[in-house]
Structures are given as structure tokens and as C-alpha cells.
């Protein structure tokens, strides 16, 4: 198990940037493969983007594919949320989750009920 915590939110304007971070408690590469979801009051966590484990292999959600990008940083520990031209509709608190092992179908990057591990999550608010 590896404890994740997230940084990186805040209040922004539309438009705007602003990029996530995730530390893990250990080094997560060649052994997790992560991902970043985000939830609204009410909804159902809602799936963003993931990576495989060498960092080769991303996924990304149809609503973000394009503004966001994810990677792993150079600190094998580290993994990033870069999020471009944000909108009002991107407010969330915003989650990092890992799994121990590659993504054995396609379809395992996409569901939250794949990763065995989340950070307390980052509120993200974009004004208008």
C-alpha cells in the first residue's frame, strides 16, 4: 500500500493553468501504475486521466483530453496533473489513486474500482 498525497489546488479564473502534483509515500514508478480522478457534490468520482508504470502509457477522458496532461516527474515519487484553459465546469476536488501493477486491459485505467490506493484530495475552483 502507499499513502498519496495531493497538492497543487486552488482558486483560478477561467482560462487559466494549474498543475497537480502527487507524492508518494515510496517510489511508485515501475511498480504502480496512477491515475487522477475528480468529484462534485453529489456525482460520482469521475475518471481524468492515467499512466502506466513506466510512464509510456497515458489514458485520458474525453472532457479533458487535449487541456490536461498527465506525467510522472523525475523524483520517481512524484506525478503531475498539468490542466490548461480551465472552465467553471472543472471545479472538483480532484484525487491521485495508484495500483500496484500494470493495467492488464484498457478498461482497468478508466474505473475508480482498479486502484487499491487515493490521496485526501485538492479542491480546484475556476471562476468565470
Known amino acids: 500500500q502507499v499513502r498519496l498525497v495531493e497538492s497543487g489546488g486552488g482558486l483560478v479564473q477561467a482560462g487559466d493553468s494549474l498543475r497537480l502534483s502527487c507524492a508518494a509515500s515510496?517510489?511508485?514508478?515501475?511498480?504502480?501504475?496512477m491515475g487522477w480522478f475528480r468529484q462534485t457534490p453529489g456525482k460520482e468520482r469521475e475518471f481524468l486521466a492515467a499512466?502506466?508504470?513506466?510512464?509510456?502509457?497515458?489514458y485520458y477522458a474525453d472532457s479533458v483530453e487535449g487541456r490536461f496532461s498527465i506525467y510522472r516527474g523525475a523524483a520517481k515519487n512524484t506525478m503531475y496533473l498539468q490542466m490548461n484553459t480551465l472552465k467553471p465546469e472543472d471545479s472538483a476536488v480532484y484525487y491521485c489513486?495508484?495500483?500496484?501493477?500494470?493495467?492488464?486491459?484498457?478498461?482497468?485505467?478508466?474505473?475508480?474500482?482498479?486502484?487499491?490506493?487515493w490521496g485526501q484530495g485538492t479542491q480546484v475552483t475556476v471562476s468565470s
Open positions: 489513486a495508484a495500483r500496484e501493477g500494470i493495467f492488464l486491459i484498457r478498461s482497468q485505467a478508466y474505473s475508480r474500482d482498479s486502484y487499491t490506493d
Open positions: 515510496e517510489r511508485t514508478s515501475s511498480r504502480y501504475s
Open positions: 499512466i502506466s508504470w513506466n510512464g509510456e502509457i497515458t
